[in-house]
């Protein structure tokens, strides 16, 4: 049987490791919101229906960018290609919202990774990680209330 020691320090470490990696996927999030903007346009935009009893829709989008300043100094007019996809779902309405949101033709702007600029995406609003933020809190709780353990037994 294990005691309450060992069990205290099995319970620092798996908040630990909550904690870390949910600080990983904040941190992350918050890059996100401070990549810059191009200039992009929609080319493709349709609705894919997985086989199926209920079948499945999900909504894809692709978009192409070119970043001037990048082009430039590579010497070329090398353009990025982008894909966006709703959640897949039995409705097909969160695919349609997708569509009617970007249609083929669009001028979009495209925020870029600027260490990856291959890495991109449409919305500029990236959710905050509600979820890693509270699995962040729940590890630093059982790291606390581990650690109290520990040092009262």
């Not at 205290?8 to 992350?28: D, E, H, K, P, V």
């Not at 890059?31 to 079948?55: D, Y």
């Not at 909504?59 to 996809?85: C, F, K, N, P």
Request: proline residues 6%; positive net charge.
């Amino acid at each position: 049987m294990l005691g309450i020691g060992t069990l205290a320090i099995m319970s620092m470490a798996l908040g630990a490791g909550f904690s870390l990696t949910s600080y990983g996927q904040i941190r992350a999030a918050a890059r996100r919101r401070s990549w810059p903007k191009a200039a992009g346009t929609i080319t493709h935009a349709e609705v894919l229906t997985h086989p199926g009893s209920p079948p499945f829709h999900t909504g894809v989008v692709r978009y192409v960018y070119a970043l001037e300043a990048v082009t430039a100094y590579r010497g070329g007019d090398r353009q990025h290609q982008g894909r966006m996809e709703s959640e897949t779902s039995e409705s097909p309405a969160p695919a349609q919202a997708l569509l009617a949101k970007y249609r083929v033709g669009d001028r979009v702007e495209v925020f870029y990774d600027p260490a990856r600029p291959s890495r991109s995406r449409l919305e500029a609003s990236v959710s905050e990680p509600r979820l890693a933020k509270l699995f962040f809190a729940f590890g630093m709780i059982v790291s606390a209330i581990a650690g109290i353990s520990l040092a009262l037994s």
